[in-house]
């Protein structure tokens, strides 16, 4: 959604030398990368349980290819 | 190369309704998601199931597609590029991140939704909220981003803008 006349790209920066990353890309790259270990953690320490599909599908007996073999009582479906 | 005023408009305007309809989609998607870990009711839960996994296929992955393409297009049809500027790169980034997300997401959501047509408790699923909400919060800062077009030019985005001067300088020297 970049509006190109609401700010000129081309005269942003008018230097010699080349410019340092900005303090909000290292806050945010650093807040990422903190995220990114703890979720690391949780996941290798099993804290967090399992990450996946199967993590979804808590109903007893099912499995992605079983879906369709499912004896369905008639009562419940309208 | 930089797209004529006309095209570069369009491009845009294709950008913005691919992109604000993506995340109209996923708050449809997780008003259902919702209902489906919320409601005590059977029938109110399978609808649910059934109608996220429509959403997901009919709207929220063609978007997200469609928005990344044009938006990949628009970025090298104007000088903001896609890797000149940092809030354009991360923004970038975080529309592929969530687009291969909801890739992989979507067999998931296809898997429930065949859970629940076929269960008698659908209510014993576990829903989608972390992963929708997530890429509600996604598209919220890209959108962020967007509007704000927070400051700073990446080393590549400056030697392309030293380059330009270079040539404009020379432009002017070699005039009538």
């Known amino acids: 959604m970049a509006e190109p006349n609401a700010r000129n790209p081309e005269t942003q920066t008018d230097r010699r030398s080349p410019p340092g990353m900005p303090r909000w890309v290292k806050v945010t790259s650093i807040a990422i990368g903190i995220l990114l270990l703890v979720f690391l953690i949780l996941q290798l320490s099993g804290i967090a349980g399992q990450h996946g599909p199967g993590r979804h599908m808590s109903l007893d007996g099912y499995s992605s290819g079983a879906a369709t073999t499912w004896a369905v009582a008639p009562a419940t479906v309208e | ?176």
């Open chain 2, 1 to 176: 190369m930089t797209m004529p005023p006309r095209l570069r408009k369009a491009v845009l305007a294709a950008h913005v309704v691919t992109s604000v309809g993506w995340l109209g989609a996923v708050m449809a998607y997780i008003a259902l998601d919702v209902t489906a870990v919320a409601s005590s009711d059977a029938n109110r839960v399978r609808a649910a199931y059934l109608a996220m996994d429509m959403i997901a296929g009919a709207a929220i992955i063609p978007l997200a597609l469609a928005s990344v393409v044009i938006g990949v297009v628009h970025g090298l049809g104007t000088p903001w590029g896609l890797f000149r500027h940092y809030w354009v790169l991360a923004k970038l980034l975080l529309t592929l991140i969530a687009t291969a997300v909801l890739l992989v997401q979507s067999r998931t959501i296809t898997s429930l939704a065949r859970a629940a047509d076929g269960s008698s408790d659908p209510g014993a699923l576990s829903g989608t909220l972390p992963h929708s909400i997530g890429g509600l919060l996604v598209l919220l800062i890209a959108l962020v981003l967007s509007v704000y077009k927070p400051k700073g030019v990446t080393r590549y985005g400056w030697s392309k803008q030293q380059e330009l001067q270079g040539h404009r300088r020379t432009a002017t020297a070699a005039g009538p």
